[in-house]
């Protein structure tokens, strides 16, 4: 199995989101987005990227909220997402994002 089909199927077997308050409120301050609408994300296709931080292991998952490319950061345990960040994605991201999905979206040559 590839590492990102690896990655997509940590991600199919989450049941549910988690997150402390605190930063929740203040990424709502700072980004204008909501880790209780930020669960969104994982319901359309993603982009999934791993980007450890110090020893726990993070992921960057691109996506869309309410028509908006988004980036949420997050860890998991066990079966659930524990959300660290979201926000709008930035040129870049949203670069790398797109140019995922049309990858993702040619024909394999196996």
Known sequence: MAEDDAVQELFARIVAFEWDEDKR???LHDHQVDFNDARRVFDEPTFIR???RRA?????VFGFLNGDETV???T???QNCRLISARRARR???K???GDLT???EPRQD
């Open 103 to 105: 990858r993702r979206s």
């Open 56 to 60: 726990e292991i993070r992921y960057m």
């Open 25 to 27: 409120e203040r990424n």
């Open 96 to 98: 790398k994002y797109y």
């Open 92 to 94: 870049d991201e949203r």
């Open 76 to 78: 998991l345990r066990e």
């Open 72 to 74: 949420v950061v997050c």
């Open 50 to 52: 791993r980007s450890d």
